[in-house]
């Protein structure tokens, strides 16, 4: 800090000391909200004089006018919570001028049955011992009325990345709006949603072996529509890139080929409707389809095929945490190869039960097929090899909250791939904590 700004600072801490010194009742007790406001008593003597004061009035303006030619502002005095570094910290928020941030870390303890396990989410528990899920870093902000920028970083034991980050307009008519730069598509429930927003502590493997264990993204443009209709209906679009091995499983994945036509990229559309079928009780169903570019030959496309429902059940009369709710995603893929079409399907069903502030319990079933040719044949199929057989999971789990901002989860699993001998079991233990501001998920 340069000496004139240390200078200021220093004078009006010391005025604020002088003047309103605190007896020891005053530091120790908060006031009470139930106690009507006492007439303030007049303020304590400095012991200052007419001078002294006027001095110090006009070394402050000294200093004041010295930083404005100097192009600095002189700080002002602090006023809690914020400090003078322009960070405000709160138990529910961090704003760094005006930034909204966020860490939420995901750990788990896991045990596997299986020297290998078949987990395909990127954020997975995957080994025995400990797994560290995942550091996510949220910043947000309004940059100004016409766009808001939004961001999530990911840092791993093997790296960082940068998960998404793109700016969506605030104040276009008519109801649309518009978002660029590096997005999970929002295709069906689980895509577009982060690790701490589950039900449970790994992802379906539908999601994994149609999109990648980081789920569908990429860079791109989205457009969406809230449409006029009597009830809830929004249609989106987005046109992305269809790379990524990771995040573009079905279409490129880890082939960079580059675009060299309109042909190349992912095109992914989206129906949502909302029906709130009584005080009580509402559902969610929506409607979405991805087509984009494969490896296998020359104009080979892949298209996948999904619809989602969600049912939520949450009595609205007196104050009960109850909350019942019914999700379920089925995913139809079909990809062109040379010679021959293959064609497999892959959904998940869950039911979770919060019965209380703190404790919840959930449960999930997935299915997979393998490929299949188009006249119903078993196909080799070149993205799956070991995928001959069906595969069944069921999952349960308990949650604990011990406040709105940590979780425990303790899960156990079956997995039943056709294509293995016996049953493989898992079991794990996570933590999730949350520091800064997160704002609510979508319903």
Not at 84 to 104: C, E, K, M, R
Not at 401 to 415: I, K, M, N, V, Y
Request: charged share 15%; hydrophobic share 40%; aromatic share 10%.
């Amino acid at each position: 800090m340069p000496p004139t700004s240390c200078r200021l600072a220093g004078l009006a801490v010391w005025l604020s000391f002088c003047l309103s010194p605190l007896s020891p009742a005053s530091a120790q007790t908060p006031p009470d909200a139930g106690t009507p406001p006492q007439e303030q008593e007049p303020a304590p003597d400095t012991g200052l004089s007419a001078e002294d004061l006027k001095a110090i009035e006009e070394a402050l303006g000294q200093d004041a006018a010295a930083a404005a030619q100097a192009g600095t502002q002189p700080p002002a005095t602090p006023s809690p919570p914020a400090s003078s570094s322009g960070v405000t910290i709160s138990p529910s928020n961090i704003d760094f001028q005006g930034l909204n941030i966020a860490f939420i870390l995901d750990v788990a303890a896991a045990a596997f049955t299986s020297k290998e396990p078949l987990q395909t989410g990127g954020h997975d528990p995957s080994v025995n011992g400990f797994n560290l899920q995942q550091l996510e870093l949220s910043v947000n902000t309004a940059v100004d009325p016409y766009f808001r920028f939004d961001s999530n970083i990911v840092f791993s034991q093997f790296g960082v990345e940068i998960e998404e980050a793109y700016a969506t307009t605030a104040n276009l008519p008519g109801n649309l709006q518009v978002r660029a730069g590096q997005f999970l598509t929002r295709f069906g429930r689980i895509n577009p949603t982060h690790p701490h927003s589950w039900e449970f502590v790994d992802q379906p493997f539908a999601i994994g072996r149609v999109f990648g264990g980081e789920g569908n993204r990429g860079l791109g443009v989205e457009g969406s529509w809230l449409t006029p209709l009597p009830w809830y209906v929004e249609l989106l679009g987005s046109v992305t890139d269809a790379t990524g091995e990771s995040t573009a499983r079905s279409f490129l994945g880890a082939d960079l080929g580059g675009v060299t036509s309109p042909f190349d990229f992912q095109f992914t559309a989206m129906v949502k409707q909302f029906f709130p079928l009584s005080d009580d009780l509402s559902l969610l169903w929506g409607l979405s389809a991805a087509d984009g570019p494969n490896p296998t030959g020359y104009r080979n496309r892949t298209d996948v095929f999904g619809t989602d429902v969600y049912l939520k059940y949450r009595p609205l009369a007196g104050n009960s945490f109850t909350t019942v709710a019914l999700q379920a995603e089925l995913l139809y893929r079909r990809r062109q190869v040379p010679g021959d079409v293959l064609s497999d399907l892959n959904g998940y069903a869950q039911l979770s039960w919060r019965f209380d502030q703190r404790w919840a319990v959930a449960s999930r079933y997935e299915l997979g097929t393998p490929a299949t040719r188009q006249n119903g044949a078993l196909a080799d199929d070149p993205l799956d090899a070991e995928w001959t057989g069906n595969r069944q999971r069921l999952s349960a789990n308990v949650t604990f909250w011990p406040t709105e901002f940590s979780r425990l989860r303790l899960q156990g699993a079956t997995d039943l791939a056709g294509w293995r001998e016996r049953p493989d079991y898992s079991l794990f233990l996570a933590l999730e904590v949350v520091m800064g501001a997160h704002g609510a998920h979508a319903f």
